[in-house]
Nanobody
Framework: QVQLVESGGGLVQAGGSLRLSCAAS????????MGWFRQAPAKEREFVSA????????TYATSVKGRFTISRDNAENTVYLQMTSLKPEDTAVYYC???????????????WGQGTQVTVSS
């Protein structure tokens, strides 16, 4: 069992930056791939980024590539999402997720956090 708690969301102007954190409980964090997803109002949850259990490989949605960076610190049981050059269309609730597979589908992740709101004003 893994419990995930996101933090770092907030209100930022377009062009600004935020860093999201996702703290995991338990001693098995390093066994899990981690993903970030987001959900805007009236839209389906969409993939943002994912990182393998070791941190050796990452992948991004096309919409955020070059602007967002995912990383993890297995000693601290934490995964991060550094977001730069934010746009109003990045506004959403951001969720972190843990799973056995390094995947881009939400269905492949087993554990989810409660989400953190990111609002980008124009």
């Amino acid at each position: 069992q893994v419990q995930l708690v996101e933090s770092g969301g907030g209100l930022v102007q377009a062009g600004g930056s935020l860093r999201l954190s996702c703290a995991a409980s338990g001693r098995t964090f390093s066994r899990y791939a981690m993903g970030w997803f987001r959900q805007a109002p009236a839209k389906e949850r969409e993939f943002v980024s994912a990182i393998t259990s070791s941190g050796g490989s990452v992948t991004y949605a096309t919409s955020v590539k070059g602007r967002f960076t995912i990383s993890r610190d297995n000693a601290e049981n934490t995964v991060y999402l550094q977001m730069t050059s934010l746009k109003p269309e990045d506004t959403a609730v951001y969720y972190c997720a843990a799973g056995v597979l390094w995947a881009t589908r939400a269905a492949d992740y087993d554990y989810w956090g409660q989400g953190t709101q990111v609002t980008v004003s124009s």
